[in-house]
């Protein structure tokens, strides 16, 4: 059996598009780099003229890992998909860059894994732009009608909304299904059945290929059924040790790092990091990633959980609901410059998540399933707000409640209220 095909049969605008247009006007070779499935190659071929496929292409591949200058041979912009296949032809675009005295536009390189570091001697600063893509954000799988824009709402505009008619039931199906490309339009039953063979080819080929190190693929299983269960948590790699040995016995803690970070490298989980600003109290600052997979349909699949089980269990459904959320959130901030990060401290204050722009201003967002919660989550943030120290990183640009459904309104008290059926760039 090859390896899970969820590439996409037909193209829908990305917000990469506008992303991957304004890089090649700035680099003479952007890196497009991403898990499998997300779209990278179509993206990169709609602004490329000429293109060599090194997944599909086994000549072309054989060739140039004998001579990988071969490779650069076309119209440019040159695709060269799946470039982490021949490694050296890393070395090779960036003397070709600086050969051509830095033009921009020269070449996209797409890649699904992070080769290891002594493959790559050159980190092609200020040749080299990068661009992360992950799976659809609502707004571009057409489940959300984007009309609440994240740039207006960090500009501090008032915003106001009707209910798009998202249901609990879609929005648990939207869970399971994800955003790939490929999977648009399958039912649910079939759209995890694809997804936890991609998970299966993941744990069998894709990180054997990674870096020629043998992992235990049971054990890689195992590994991210644990992740699954703790996604939305700051589990400790050793809490997770213990959990993937079970009755067994933990296994070593140092082994769920390494094996973290290699399905890191390969863009399937992607943690949350912690926001470390200045505070008006003595509370101490948490600084544990919380743990997520690029897209909570993993989790969905590697639990088995479909969205009769999530119906069932309110408490998974919310941990993957805010890590759908934050999937999006990266997808629309991300030309911004702007990250986004997790909030916690030693006075059990949080937030879900932190909006950071890249001068330092920042926006708070706590995530709630249903509209019960919206009350105590504005209190929550309002107190955040006052926590921080605001002559030193500035006044809120937003304060936002996130929900699964409902309507898009201000609160007089000045937090947004936000369906994500309603949420885009």
């Known amino acids: 059996m090859g390896v899970q095909?969820?590439?996409?049969r037909s193209y829908r605008a990305r917000v990469a598009d506008g992303e991957l247009r304004q890089r090649l006007q700035a680099f003479g070779a952007v890196v497009v780099e991403g898990a499998r499935g997300t779209g990278k190659t179509e993206t990169a071929r709609r602004a490329s003229a000429s293109e060599v496929r090194l997944d599909v292409e086994d000549a072309a591949r054989a060739a140039g890992l004998l001579e990988p200058g071969i490779l650069l041979t076309g119209d440019r912009p040159r695709l060269i998909d799946e470039w982490q296949l021949v490694p050296s032809v890393w070395n090779r675009v960036r003397?070709?860059?600086d050969d051509q005295g830095g033009e921009p536009g020269q070449f996209i390189l797409t890649g699904s894994a992070v080769p290891a570091d002594d493959n790559v001697r050159h980190s092609g600063a200020l040749r080299f732009g990068r661009l992360r893509m992950r799976p659809m954000a609502m707004s571009e799988s057409g489940?959300?009608?984007g009309t609440i824009s994240v740039r207006a709402l960090l500009d501090g505009e008032r915003i106001s909304g009707s209910d798009p008619g998202l249901t609990i039931h879609d929005i648990a199906a939207r869970v399971c299904r994800g955003g790939w490309p490929g999977l648009l339009g399958r039912n649910v039953r079939d759209a995890g059945d694809a997804l936890r063979t991609y998970l299966a080819d993941i744990a069998r080929v894709d990180l054997g290929r990674l870096d020629g190190v043998r992992r235990e693929p049971e054990n890689i299983a195992r590994l991210i059924r644990s992740l699954a269960r703790h996604t939305g948590t700051s589990a400790s790699a050793r809490s997770i040790a213990a959990d993937v040995g079970g009755s067994e016995g933990p296994i070593d803690h140092h082994t769920v790092l390494e094996y973290t970070q290699?399905?890191?490298r390969v863009f399937v989980v992607e943690d949350q990091p912690a926001w470390a600003p200045s505070l008006r109290s003595r509370a101490r600052l948490r600084v544990a990633p919380v743990r997520h997979f690029v897209d909570p349909s993993l989790a969905a699949a590697a639990l088995g959980a479909g969205p009769d089980r999530l119906l069932q269990d309110v408490e998974l459904f919310g941990f993957l609901f805010e890590s759908l959320v934050l999937h999006d959130l990266r997808v629309y901030v991300q030309p911004l410059g702007a990250q986004v990060l997790h909030y916690r401290d030693s006075g059990d204050l949080e937030a879900d998540m932190i909006i950071e722009r890249p001068d330092g201003r920042w926006a708070a967002i706590e995530v709630k399933l249903g509209p019960g919660a919206i009350d105590a989550a504005a209190v929550s943030l309002r107190r955040l707000a006052d926590r921080i120290d605001q002559?030193?990183?500035?006044?809120?640009l937003?304060?936002?409640?996130?929900?699964?459904?409902?309507y898009a309104y201000q609160r007089p008290d000045g937090v947004a209220v936000v369906p994500i059926g309603l949420l885009g760039p």
């Open 391 to 396: 002559e030193r990183h500035g006044a809120p």
């Open 143 to 145: 489940d959300s009608n």
């Open 95 to 97: 003397r070709a860059v």
């Open 262 to 264: 290699a399905l890191s």
């Open 5 to 8: 095909d969820l590439s996409p």
């Open 398 to 406: 937003a304060l936002v409640v996130m929900t699964g459904w409902g």
